[in-house]
DNA sequence: CTTGGCACTCGGGAACACAGAGTGCCAGAC
DNA sequence: GTCTGGCACTCTGTGTTCCCGAGTGCCAAG
């Protein structure tokens, strides 16, 4: 029932839409694309598309416009992925590459694909599940208070003052930074409690109320950070878009919830492909005619978080997707690197 | 010229115009306010009011509006800030009460303004500049690079990796970390230069280009951590309150340039005490229309940063400094605790 | 299966009138 | 001198009507 034609009227439907914000009428398209066929059957396919679900009028007699359904094929089986140009690459690695450490690289990421995309960008912090511990670090700051320090291999840095349940001196704190650290190093975060588990056992007695109070704040400290920090740019292209029929609003709230982003890029999990998630296939209803291409990314082939944009349904999907892609690369260079 | 009673018509003016967005009439005035006169008395007032700049009208014969002059006479003299209710206190109290860390402090209190006000809401981190170093840590990485971690009173941990000129062995690093804590510990952030200019003659010969590798860094991160981060929170509410004649856009640009930002908030510096920057008197042009609400809060006296939000002119100014000032208020005494 | 023709349907813009709110001004009252 | 009521005037915003044009659906012919 659909055959190449279709597909191609479809194509150029969504081509146009995209490009001049208008519904396409039967005789736009085949000015511009040339289809070797007169507007009459061109509104013939496109009555078809329209009882499949493809393409919808806004009101009687206007031209077409997608459906959800129609990009979703559009995506799937009529598209590219659009590579970046050469300038654009090698400005990404300049720009990425004068981070100076995990905090920068996030900014710098999340503003790139902002500004690269002219839509609003958001990226996930990397997952501390995947990351190993590369040091811990007791640090006295009075004879009652120690402050714990985790570093990851992401370069990660967490950090959490403890109250100790008796004085303490710093050798007793030396030892147990030395214990801490054998047991520790190279570990998986998510090895640690098990790891842990017998530490207090190997510790002298006295020392035992101590090592339980900073075992507990350390298994704490990484089941908070689980979840995971999620950054947002870009939000001013939303309002110059001007698009969003209604709910500017909404996407905004959306955005400043951590938990409904988190779900929007973090669902499929663990592949590194890139997953276009097209208007209401999105679960959440404030984001009702916004679509998020979002991409995992991570160091050595582990995925360690996800990163992506949101935009408008009307999006150049093919473009889009090349920058999430190249910015996911590129990010993933610059952490394995450091 | 400008008597009571005109004072008490532009108060009416501005109050109304607030709460209903409309531009208030000779007629309304009377019936809300009872200043015992008429409406004509009232409109030969405003005529007076209009002449002087304090009121203006959108049209000829619609009602009037304050102009920026009027609401600054009105934040001036006419106005006074209105405390909070007992139960927001505490809801604020106990809401800060829960940060882990600075990072959650700073969330918190951006998020908690945000909601309070129901506008957009600007945290500035503390002046690192104004701190003091509570420990140095160099945590070995690999036998050639080395990371450093800077913690300071007020809570904050500045890491950074350094690449060393030469192979180094954890008892050499173990007491360049002990020279450095020696010099440092308890040094304001702003004497670190002067204090470590002489550090590598302390430390043996072989040592030094290893020091001296390590200062370049530690002076650079106190260089860079200079230009603060701001965050801020509440977009949303921005495109609720459906306000901004034009330029939503502009404002969200601004709120993501922390330059910008950072002047807004900033160049008041060293008071404590409210400071209101309304419409036109705001240097940027993006920003006619927004009004600036700030305050500097900071532990133990020592004023260490600011916050703020950034709302319509059109905003209950006595709510929203009252919502400020609490705000800053706890948020210093829970960093003066921690 | 494609094409040209044709009647039909709406949306959106222009022209217009109208009600209502608010003003400015003036002459008279206190 | 200050306040007040009255009155004419000036707008904006809204509702109505009308018309144009773009685009469609259908049909009959190639």
Redesign the pocket.
């Known amino acids: 029932m659909v055959d190449d034609?279709k597909l191609a009227v479809l194509r150029a439907i969504v081509e146009d839409y995209v490009s001049t914000n208008?519904?396409?009428?039967?005789?736009?398209i085949t000015e511009r694309h040339n289809l070797?066929?007169?507007?009459?059957?061109i509104?013939?396919d496109?009555?078809v598309l329209?009882e499949q679900g493809y393409i919808a009028?806004p009101?009687?007699?206007?031209?077409?416009v997608p459906t959800d359904k129609g990009y979703r094929l559009f995506v799937d089986r009529l598209s590219q992925i659009k590579p970046l140009s050469g300038a654009e690459r090698r400005a990404i690695e300049t720009f990425l590459a004068g981070a100076v450490d995990l905090d920068d690289v996030v900014m710098r990421t999340v503003r790139l694909l902002a500004q690269l995309t002219r839509q609003v960008a958001v990226v996930q912090y990397p997952t501390i599940t995947h990351s190993k511990v590369r040091h811990v670090e007791l640090v006295p700051l009075t004879d009652r208070r120690v402050m714990l320090v985790l570093i990851t291999n992401t370069g990660r840095v967490d950090q959490r003052v403890i109250e100790l349940p008796e004085v303490i001196d710093e050798t007793r704190i030396a030892h147990l930074r030395a214990v801490l650290n054998a047991c520790l190093d190279g570990c998986g975060l998510n090895q640690v409690p098990e790891t842990v588990a017998d530490l207090p056992e190997r510790v002298p007695a006295e020392d035992r109320p101590v090592a339980a109070t900073i075992l507990s704040v350390l298994l704490e400290t990484l089941v908070e950070r689980h979840d995971e920090k999620i950054v947002f740019a870009g939000a001013a292209n939303l309002a110059a878009a001007g698009d969003f029929t209604v709910g500017l609003r909404d996407v905004l709230e959306a955005l400043e919830e951590q938990v409904v982003l988190m779900r929007l890029l973090g669902e499929t999990s663990d592949t590194t492909a890139i997953t276009v998630r097209i208007g209401s296939e999105n679960p959440y209803t404030g984001l009702r005619g916004t679509s998020i291409v979002a991409a995992g990314y991570g160091s050595g082939g582990k995925q360690l978080a996800r990163l992506g944009v949101l935009g408008p349904t009307r999006m150049d999907y093919p473009v889009t997707m090349g920058a999430v892609r190249a910015v996911a690369r590129y990010v993933s260079q610059i952490l394995a690197a450091s």
Chains 1, 2 share one sequence.
């Open positions: 034609r208008e519904p396409v009428g039967s005789k736009a070797g066929v007169s507007p009459a059957t509104r013939n496109m009555a329209e009028q009101h009687t007699s206007a031209g077409r």
